[in-house]
């Protein structure tokens, strides 16, 4: 798994691409727990390069779901595809985050 973030206006995107599994779930979380250190509260993860995510992986996502969440911001999924796409249908996270087909989506709608 490979992460790249950036901050662009008030949001952080953070661009996941490979695989989120057990072994790279919590770099994962670090990538985000480092924004939010820094006081950011409104990030968008771009999935559209995601291959991969497993129960560890969405694991993770509710953990910095519930971070954010406590510094009054929101976390918003972007460009799923796929298998990824189904998972986190089927796991109900859709219904948990907001999520966009496209990055460029998501940013219009963060403003």
Avoid: H
Wanted: hydrophobic share 40%; proline share 2%.
């Amino acid at each position: 798994m490979e992460c790249k973030s950036y901050k662009q206006e008030a949001t952080v995107v953070i661009l996941v691409t490979g695989r989120i599994d057990a072994v790279t779930a919590k770099d994962f979380e670090q990538e985000c727990g480092s924004w939010t250190a820094q006081g950011e509260n409104r990030m968008i993860v771009d999935l559209s390069g995601l291959e991969y995510i497993s129960s560890a992986g969405l694991r993770s996502f509710l953990v910095v779901g519930k971070q954010i969440k406590a510094a009054g911001g929101t976390l918003t999924l972007a460009g799923m595809q796929g298998m990824v796409q189904e998972v986190f249908d089927i796991s109900g996270f859709t219904t948990l985050f907001p999520a966009y087909p496209s990055l460029e989506k998501a940013l219009e709608a963060a403003g």
